[in-house]
């Protein structure tokens, strides 16, 4: 999947994005439409499909903004405002980066320290495995305010409860992809090392590890775009503090389906790039050890 | 000294502990400071005891399957114990973080709003949406390994709406199909599909080049394939997307009802509980939705280990 | 300068206009404050931010500051910004509610999070059950905005006069369309924003006179911004953070405010006793749900009042 | 000639038939692999007939493209230049019409089935009855040794226990046609004189024609009607050997001039190719 | 008797000395693997002592318990009962001593290491200077013929090559003992005469004691100084047999007719217990 060749793709990936717009365009029509209808009706106004199919794009507040509003919409918030304004999609794209990338980094180094630490001693994985799973049942949104607010009676205010947040969703999948990659050593190459009797820190340094990186940047992957995810979350109780969170619910708040919409975009664009970096350096590392992806 | 000495030890420090917590008034920790030590032994004498539980359960196997829950039950307890000693110890107040003890109180004393509450957002939202959005994701997965044409086009598109966080939809979700359970399971069909889909297709594209090529020899044909080889390779990748989707759904739809719910259902409790500082509620409300998503988690757990009997992470202890 | 923070009830917005006009003008600088404002949110519950002691004073509503006080959070209210109610019902006439006898088996979109309190206490006194049925109403969580009543998903949803209500006029209902219901008019008023901090802090004088320094610049704010609404919403304009409130938006919000300011005739700030026990009452007499069980002792003080008025 | 499989009878001992009706024609065919550091050519012009009922080898160093003629026969591989035949038609034909069975060099055994369900395997694809089924497992893996582990998994057993497995499942079809990548690499001298010998006595009973790749010189004299000695880089056919030994053999051949003979003969075509170090 | 790895010079030729310190010592050892269709005796009452300095092969049909036998000794399978002892010690201590090398049936090359640096592994992890470690790389690559590939990675390799390469990893750290699996399988013929000959002179150079698994009779009478026999269900040991032939060999010995007689008695033994059908 990864080294898709980018000259025989792009014809189906094209096709796709354009038929997706045409059903974009086509629901557009439909919900507004129907809105409209119902609006008109309730005014006991006189309406005709021609009349709703020309003011379906134009609703003031739509059930689903056309695409050329919401790329109107994100022209204006990214390209025609000034990056330092807080109008800006740009600038909120920062605020919310910067707290994922804390939490990344964050959760990246408790996760794997978690994972080597189960790996390595079964009162841990007894004790703690359950209980990180059961971690991650406990809905976020739910303690997010709570994590917020005792941060801050703490002091702790700004980009760090944020990060916290962060951190919680995305050390998960580092750990469990650490602790599978860990133990994903080929049996033949573990019972080599028991033959060299090697200490638990050689066979750490020399094989695990080895074995693990490619679990690890799969689980990477996934954690940066947890990571993204919880900044967004732990940005919606703050309410009013900027970054992509509070655009998302500033605009479920006025009724501004584009300024949703745009704010979604530009969340999953960062989200791909974030994702795309960690492939970057992953395909880095794997040339360095000679280009074999499954070890 | 005898290990069983050490071991009275410690469960005497940790009976100490109990006794010290139940038995005191608010705030003693800020009358006599000095307990603290008794919490910290406590805390060691738990942690000793967990070690001797797992060297019992290598030397004698046949204890394994008890230790296998009383090291977590013991861990949890501590932790549990810890909280309690805190909060009272320290008068915490009980609209910051209420006492264990008072979230297992008014977890009793609701439980058929806690019932109804699971029954509007797991047994209707979560189990709706969850079946619809996996089922989704493993037939479009099925239609990409066949069609190069639909995967090059799915797959760039799957891994970014992946990147989209589902925060998001969930207010275009409940603007769409309404307060009901239906906008909520319409959030997790979102959020289950793409995992669903990207593990399944590598699943389905990870099988052995030896068993494609045996398959080939074959002249079988494509639903041949798909169920005699493709498939079960396949099942360790949708066993982690189905357990990764588990925790994913129960958590879309607490999300989703943020954005408007009827009066019922946890992620309505949970906030509504917030606003109204019954913290113990909302505290409640966690315990069920992580025991529910622990138990879903565990249930799917154990069907992989009886499907995948004979994958190299699950075969018996002697291994090559 | 002594620092002193404040947490809003709400987002930054023209209903806490005042404190920004005074943090704006140099009010509280002038007093000798270093004052912060955190905005507020959706999941953010004053209280509990007052409780973790990352805030001095929480602008809340009294019903819920009660609640929170039964719940052993002792609040004490130090200042009443606003003497009247700006919460209503907006409903559709269309769906045939012309009067609250035409509420039952109709759908009603709600706010929560201790938003909900006086709607109980109005629907226990019409005898409507919140939970459905025949001879209830229907109860929907409200989320952050007014689409049910766009969508067709509730017959009334609730606005507050100077927020919701306006995009419901700019979604593009007319006001002939609607059928309003306000609280200050069906007896079920209670007193909105006000200013609390904990009891315990009431007890040290410095702190009593700091809280004086505060409400006094807070006042001040708040007579300016009755006073120049346009220009105070275009101060709130320059504190939000996430640059979505739109000009026209919070200048209205800071017109339709002023109406609401405490107007006896000790001015802005002054908690009248007779409305603290309207609120109280309404509160009581809420049998099916009940949100207090009995009369609240020193959930006020004019204390605070009366020495910033000495100032 | 393809023997259908519900005629038991059929599989007696048979008149060497249709000897000279070519099976697999190869002409000039040459295979050239792309990888990142070059094109390797793994075949170079190979010119090679096989007629039905023939028992040919391929003997040759390691990486002289054996493996991949044989794929190239049993179209799991395609041809960069030249022509093949299998059965008058093309190999795709030839795997649709599912002429041959394939012995990989692993056992590619599929971990989740019992050895036994292993065998069923082929057998199930091309929709053969149950007790079909059943008396081709039983008769198969009684012949490999493998009747008591019918029950167990593929990782229970030793190496050569698997490789004797997928053997048997390539035999359960019946198949005209055997390609066999050193199917008795992992099997010990007797277990492997036992194979032989069964090879031998199903190849003469049901005059399969049978391609089959060794690294053992006395293997290959042994067993074949034809020698095939290759040389890699580029992978080519070096010299093609028939054997005078006749067609019916047993073990005791091996203390033979003869045998020695034609084993000395392939032991220097192999020789002037060999360069180890 | 262990060679200190920094004295070269007494790695030259050397009597045998302490030919009567027994080695391995194996007493009523059995191994039962639980499976799900009941236990498979793997192991049942073996008996077997080996001394220094002897050269034991351990032949017998696939699935007799040869590797599971060489895995008890290298404390990789715990026996279900009887004693072993390895050096004197448990095969515990002597692993923790990092007393013997093992070669195991697959080569098990780290994929993410040239063939160089898996060679280094070993020494690495044994604490072993760097000059060092790359003298020990250089003979010994040289030794299996791969000083030319010491930089390229495992599956760049064929797998006769791969197999070579995990030799010279063994010998890399000259242990006293070394356990080989099957090292020569996948060699063809020639590679594998010349394998032979080099494993033959380092034994007699340095004195080290090998245990050596083979499926060739040929390749077990050229090496040995003792062969045992093994048989199936149960594995056990049906014969050892020392061998009359002097402990300096060559290629040649393989015309005379003590080799032959030596085969054929091993041969017979092997007969004698196998029924594979
Ligand atoms: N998929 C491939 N990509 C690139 N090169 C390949 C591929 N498969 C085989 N080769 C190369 O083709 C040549 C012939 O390989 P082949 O596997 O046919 O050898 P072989 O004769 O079967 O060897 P062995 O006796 O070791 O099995 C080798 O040089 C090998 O490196
Ligand atoms: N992990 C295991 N689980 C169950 N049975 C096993 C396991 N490993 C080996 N066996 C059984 O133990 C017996 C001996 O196996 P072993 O691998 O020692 O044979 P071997 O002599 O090395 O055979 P080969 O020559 O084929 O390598 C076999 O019957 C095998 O089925
Ligand atoms: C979760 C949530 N809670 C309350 C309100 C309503 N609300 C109460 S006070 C206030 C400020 C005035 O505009 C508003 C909006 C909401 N919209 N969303
Ligand atoms: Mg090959
Ligand atoms: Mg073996």
């Not at chain 3, 600088?29 to 519950?45: F, N, V």
């Not at chain 3, 602008?59 to 130090?78: F, H, Q, Y």
């Not at chain 4, 030994?245 to 060999?274: C, G, M, V, Y």
């Amino acid at each position: 999947m990864k080294n898709l060749n980018i000259g025989a793709s792009w014809l189906p990936l094209a096709s796709m994005i354009l038929a997706i717009i045409g059903i974009w365009y086509l629901a557009a029509l439909i919900m507004n439409g129907n809105q409209l209808i119902n609006q008109l009706e309730r005014k006991k106004q006189q309406w005709s499909y021609s009349q709703i199919a020309s003011q379906a794009y134009q609703v003031k507040r739509p059930m689903l903004p056309a695409p050329h509003q919401v790329a109107l919409e994100l022209k204006k918030s990214v390209f025609d405002t000034s990056v330092s304004s807080k109008r800006s999609l740009v600038h909120h794209s920062l605020i919310t980066l910067n707290s994922t990338m804390l939490g990344f980094l964050l959760g990246s180094v408790v996760g794997i320290v978690i994972a080597i630490g189960i790996v390595h001693n079964k009162t841990l994985e007894a004790s703690l495995m359950p209980w990180i799973i059961a971690s991650q049942t406990i809905p976020i949104l739910a303690i997010a305010p709570i994590i917020v607010v005792v941060l801050g009676a703490l002091n702790i205010t700004g980009v760090l409860p944020k990060a916290v947040i962060s951190m919680y969703l995305s050390f998960f999948p580092v750990t469990i992809g650490m602790v599978k990659g860990l133990r994903a050593s080929d049996t033949l190459h573990v019972e080599l090392m028991r033959t060299y009797n090697a200490s638990a820190l050689q066979t750490f340094w020399k094989l695990r590890w080895y074995s693990a990186q490619p679990y690890l940047f799969a689980s990477l992957k996934v954690a940066i775009a947890a990571a993204l995810v919880g900044a967004i979350v732990a940005e919606l109780p703050t309410g009013a503090q900027g970054g992509l969170g509070s655009r998302l619910l500033s605009g479920s708040y006025y009724g501004q389906t584009q300024q949703i919409w745009a704010a979604l975009i530009m969340a999953a664009l960062l989200g791909s790039l974030l994702v795309w970096i960690v492939n970057l350096a992953e395909t880095a590392l794997l040339k360095r050890r000679g280009g074999l992806s499954n070890a | 000294m005898p290990k069983y000495v050490l071991t009275i030890i410690y469960l005497c420090l940790l009976a100490g502990q109990v006794v010290v917590v139940s038995s005191s008034e608010q705030g003693f920790y800020q009358q006599y400071p000095g307990l603290l030590i008794l919490l910290a032994l406590a805390a060691y004498a738990v942690t000793a005891l967990l070690s001797q539980l797992t060297q019992l359960a290598e030397t004698h196997p046949t204890y394994a399957a008890v230790t296998k829950v009383l090291v977590p039950s013991l861990f949890a307890f501590m932790l549990l114990l810890t909280w309690q000693s805190i909060v009272v110890g320290f008068a915490v107040s009980a609209v910051l973080l209420p006492a264990p003890s008072a979230i297992f109180y008014s977890l009793s004393n609701n439980l058929p709003m806690f019932w109804a509450d699971f029954k509007q957002t797991y047994l209707k939202a979560v189990l709706a949406g969850y079946f619809l959005g996996c089922s989704a994701g493993f037939i479009v997965a099925q239609l990409a390994v066949k069609s190069r044409f639909l995967r090059l086009g799915l797959v760039p598109l799957g891994n970014f709406m992946s990147a989209i966080p589902i925060v998001g939809i969930a207010p275009i979700m409940v603007m769409w199909f309404g307060f009901d359970w239906q906008s909520k399971a319409a959030v997790i069909v979102v959020m289950t599909f793409f995992p669903m889909f990207i593990n399944t297709l590598a699943g389905l594209q990870s099988t052995d080049a030896i068993h494609n090529d045996l398959m080939h020899t074959y002249a079988a044909n494509k639903s041949q394939i798909f169920i005699k080889s493709q498939l079960p390779q396949a099942l360790p990748f949708i066993f982690n997307a189905l357990k990764l989707n588990s925790t994913l759904a129960l958590i879309g739809a607490i999300v989703a009802e943020f954005f408007g719910t009827p009066i019922v259902g946890m992620g309505f409790r949970i906030s509504t509980e917030v606003g109204r500082m019954n913290m113990d509620m909302v505290w409640a409300t966690i315990v069920v939705a992580a025991i529910a998503g622990s138990l879903s988690y565990g249930a799917l757990a154990l069907l992989e280990r009886s499907l995948l009997f004979w994958h190299p992470s699950f075969r018996g202890t002697h291994k090559r | 300068a002594e620092k002193l923070t404040l947490q809003l009830k709400w987002v930054t917005q023209a209903q806490f206009a005042g404190y920004y006009v005074a943090l704006n003008k140099g009010f509280y600088e002038d007093q000798g404050i270093d004052l912060t404002i955190k905005p507020g949110g959706p999941d953010i519950a004053p209280a509990q931010v007052l409780a973790g002691g990352g805030a001095d004073v929480v602008v809340d509503w009294l019903p819920s500051a009660l609640a929170t006080r039964e719940k052993g959070l002792p609040l004490v209210n130090i200042g009443q910004i606003y003497g009247k109610s700006g919460m209503m019902l907006t409903c559709l006439k269309s769906s045939g509610i012309s009067s609250p006898a035409d509420f039952k088996g109709k759908t009603l979109g709600v706010w929560f999070f201790g938003n909900e309190y006086p709607f109980l206490s109005w629907m226990s006194k019409l005898g409507y059950a919140t939970t459905g049925g025949e001879n209830g109403v229907t109860v929907l969580k409200q989320g952050f905005n007014v689409d049910p009543i766009f969508q067709g998903q509730a017959d009334c949803v609730s606005t507050m006069t100077y927020n919701e209500y306006g995009q419901v006029l700019d979604g593009g209902l007319s006001n002939e369309e609607l059928m309003l219901f306000k609280y200050e008019e069906e007896g079920v008023a209670t007193l909105e924003d006000g200013l609390y901090v904990l009891e315990d802090s009431l007890k040290d004088s410095k702190k009593l006179a700091t809280y004086a320094k505060f409400l006094k610049a807070t006042i001040q704010g708040w007579e300016w911004a009755a006073a120049n609404p346009k220009e105070a919403g275009l101060i709130v304009l320059d504190y939000d953070d996430t640059g979505a409130q739109t000009e026209e938006h919070q200048i209205r919000m800071a017109n339709e405010v002023a109406k609401l300011l405490a107007s006896s005739d000790k001015g802005i700030g002054y908690l009248d006793p007779a409305a603290f026990d309207r609120t109280v009452s309404v509160l009581l007499d809420s049998d099916s749900t009940p949100v207090i069980t009995k009369k609240p002792e020193g959930a006020y003080t004019h204390a605070v009042f009366e020495a910033a008025a000495k100032l | 000639m393809m023997l259908a499989i519900q005629q038991p009878q059929e599989e007696q001992v048979a008149p060497a038939a249709n000897i000279n009706r070519s099976m697999i024609s190869v002409e000039d065919l040459s295979l050239v692999f792309d990888t990142n550091d070059g094109p390797v050519n793994a075949l170079s012009n190979i010119n090679l007939n096989i007629n039905e009922g023939d028992f040919v080898s391929f003997i040759g160093p390691s990486g002289c493209g054996k493996t991949t003629l044989l794929r190239v026969i049993a179209d799991l591989e395609q041809a960069t230049s030249g022509s093949i035949k299998v059965d008058g038609t093309s190999p795709k034909d030839a795997r649709l019409n599912r002429l041959y069975g394939y012995v990989f060099q692993a056992p590619g055994l599929l971990p989740w089935r019992t050895i036994q369900q292993n065998c069923a395997l082929p057998m199930e694809i091309s929709g053969q009855s149950g007790a079909h089924q059943q008396k081709q497992i039983d008769k198969n893996l009684k012949m490999v040794g493998l009747q008591d582990f019918h029950n167990k998994f593929p990782w229970q057993l030793s190496g050569g226990m698997q490789q004797r497995a997928s053997i048997a499942r390539a035999l359960c079809i019946n198949p005209q046609l055997l390609l066999m990548d050193e199917p008795f690499g992992a099997l010990d001298e007797i277990t492997r004189d036992h194979m032989n010998m069964e090879l031998l006595r199903i190849w003469q009973e049901t005059q399969k024609t049978v391609v089959f790749v060794t690294h053992s010189i006395d293997e290959a004299v042994l067993l074949s009607t034809h020698i095939v000695v290759m040389s890699p880089r580029p992978g080519r056919i070096v010299k093609v050997i028939e054997s005078p030994l006749p067609r019916l053999k047993t073990l005791a051949l091996r203390d033979q001039t003869a045998f020695h003979q034609l084993a000395a003969e392939i032991r220097s075509a192999l020789a002037n190719d060999h360069a180890i170090d």
